[in-house]
C-alpha cells in the first residue's frame, strides 16, 4: 500500500511540475490602446479647463451684456441643507469656495438666491443674473 502512494505522488507532482514547463502559450504583443484603457481625465486636477476630448458647444448665452461678472468663477456645486443653502464655487486655479445666500463673493458681487441647479447674483441693484451649474449666465426674466 505504501508503494502505490508514493507512485501517486509521484505522478501528481510530475504533472504539477509540467504545468510550469509549457509555454505554449503567449500573450500577444500589441501596441494598439483601445479607448477604454487611456486615462480619464481628473475632474480635481486644478484647472477649469473644458474637456479637449469633448466637442466644443457655442454658448451665446454665456456672454452676459455686462461682461464675465463671475470673474471666471465656476459653480461647480449646490447643497440644500435643512436651515442652510450652499454653492461651491471654483476660482480659476482650482481652489473651491464656499457661500451661502446673501453673501459677497466680490466687493461689487452678491449671492441673491441658491437654487438646485442654478444661483442667482446680483452685480448692481435691481440687476440679476442666473448662473448654472453648466456655465450658461443669463440675465434674469424681468431684467433688461
Not at 480659476?92 to 444661483?119: C, H, M, Q, T, W
Amino acid at each position: 500500500m505504501n508503494m502505490k502512494i508514493k507512485i501517486f505522488l509521484t505522478i501528481f507532482a510530475t504533472i504539477i511540475l509540467l504545468q510550469f514547463f509549457y509555454t505554449g502559450l503567449k500573450a500577444e504583443d500589441t501596441n494598439k490602446i483601445e479607448d477604454e484603457e487611456l486615462p480619464a481625465v481628473d475632474p480635481f486636477m486644478g484647472n477649469i479647463t473644458p474637456d479637449p476630448f469633448s466637442p466644443e458647444e457655442s454658448n451665446t448665452e454665456t456672454e452676459s451684456p455686462g461682461g464675465n461678472i463671475m470673474k471666471n468663477m465656476r459653480l461647480v456645486a449646490t447643497i440644500s441643507g435643512a436651515h442652510k443653502k450652499i454653492a461651491v464655487l471654483a476660482k480659476p486655479d482650482g481652489r473651491a469656495v464656499k457661500y451661502e445666500e446673501n453673501e459677497f463673493i466680490f466687493e461689487n458681487l452678491i449671492i441673491v438666491e441658491i437654487n438646485s441647479d442654478y444661483i442667482v447674483v446680483s452685480p448692481n441693484e435691481g440687476e440679476e443674473h442666473e448662473v448654472y451649474l453648466t456655465g450658461q449666465i443669463k440675465p434674469r426674466e424681468g431684467n433688461y
